[in-house]
T-cell receptor, first 114, second 112 residues
Framework: DAGITQSPRHKVTETGTPVTLRCHQT?????MYWYRQDPGHGLRLIHY???????DKGEVSDGYSVSRSKTEDFLLTLESATSSQTSVYFC?????????????FGSGTQLSVL | SQQGEEDPQALSIQEGENATMNCSYK?????LQWYRQNSGRGLVHLIL?????REKHSGRLRVTLDTSKKSSSLLITASRAADTASYFC????????????FGKGTLLTVNP
């Protein structure tokens, strides 16, 4: 999956607990994205990063925060997980943000919040 | 908000047949991309078509774009069981700062 590693691959947690998902890339791409995938909704953008310490919100950012202290790592944090955040989370990267840039995706993290 | 919507939601065909999936979108775009997702895996980029292009080919894939109707189609010819996957269109809407918006996908099943 294009030098992208997501960890963990699966996680079960309880409502109200903090959760951090990690995306690690070896491609040295500038742009990194977090999407969530839910039945009936397709993929929706949560947050994205356009460089170290540079991040911005996506379509469904409420309840999520991100950090990028190194080019290769992009962390997604659920400060207090809720059942509505049960989903499959995908990290993606792109070399730039120009029109026509394609995304490369990781294999996903299945998160269950009980 | 969902920019692209695929149709049909699910499609089942026999090996060797052609599969056609459609995508409709709402606003003007810079380009449209198609991605494939095998069960339990991440999405993989298939093909990109720019707003000034009408048709594009890549192997057994043929993509058309009709900007007047705000629609695109993905044709897979001579399908194989290995083509079984979900297929998503993604649009790069003008003014979106090049962020891609994905549709809900078409689940294609190719029966041997």
């Amino acid at each position: 999956d294009a030098g992208i590693t997501q960890s963990p691959r699966h996680k079960v947690t309880e409502t109200g607990t903090p959760v951090t998902l990690r995306c690690h890339q070896t491609e040295n791409h500038r742009y990194m994205y977090w999407y969530r995938q839910d039945p009936g909704h397709g993929l929706r953008l949560i947050h994205y990063s356009y460089g170290v310490k540079d991040t911005d919100k996506g379509e469904v950012s409420d309840g999520y925060s991100v950090s990028r202290s190194k080019t290769e790592d992009f962390l997604l944090t659920l400060e207090s997980a809720t059942s509505s955040q049960t989903s499959v989370y995908f990290c993606a990267i792109s070399e730039s943000n120009g029109s026509g840039e394609k995304l490369f995706f990781g294999s996903g993290t299945q998160l269950s919040v009980l | 908000s969902q920019q692209g919507e695929e149709d049909p939601q699910a499609l089942s065909i026999q090996e060797g047949e052609n599969a056609t999936m459609n995508c409709s979108y709402k606003t003007s775009i810079n380009n449209l991309q198609w991605y494939r997702q095998n069960s339990g895996r991440g999405l993989v980029h298939l093909i990109l078509i720019r707003s000034n292009e009408r048709e594009k080919h890549s192997g057994r894939l043929r993509v058309t774009l009709d900007t007047s109707k705000k629609s695109s189609s993905l044709l897979i010819t001579a399908s194989r069981a290995a083509d079984t996957a979900s297929y998503f269109c993604a649009t790069d809407a003008r003014g979106s700062n090049y962020k891609l918006t994905f549709g809900k996908g078409t689940l294609l099943t190719v029966n041997p």
